[in-house]
């Protein structure tokens, strides 16, 4: 897989520069996820269908139940 060039941040960021945040790339067939504020260092990159059950879940959590 060839490193993605549409990075983009999640408009839950933050202010200022936004940098302390992750950042995807969508591919056909992966998710590419790589840190802000190093966006040159290491780079994760997922299944499409595994990233999806990944935030479906994350979705599905009471994030409110401590």
């Given at each position: 897989?060839?490193t993605?060039?549409n990075w983009?941040?999640?408009?839950?960021?933050g202010?200022?520069?936004?940098n302390n945040?992750v950042e995807?790339?969508?591919?056909t067939?992966?998710?590419a996820?790589?840190?802000?504020?190093?966006p040159t260092?290491a780079?994760?990159t997922?299944?499409?269908?595994t990233?999806?059950?990944?935030l479906?879940?994350?979705?599905?959590?009471?994030?409110?139940a401590r």
């Amino acid at each position: 897989m060839t490193t993605p060039d549409n990075w983009r941040k999640s408009s839950y960021s933050g202010g200022g520069e936004g940098n302390n945040c992750v950042e995807i790339a969508t591919r056909t067939t992966h998710i590419a996820i790589r840190d802000s504020k190093t966006p040159t260092r290491a780079t994760l990159t997922f299944p499409t269908g595994t990233f999806t059950a990944f935030l479906e879940a994350l979705k599905s959590l009471d994030c409110t139940a401590r």
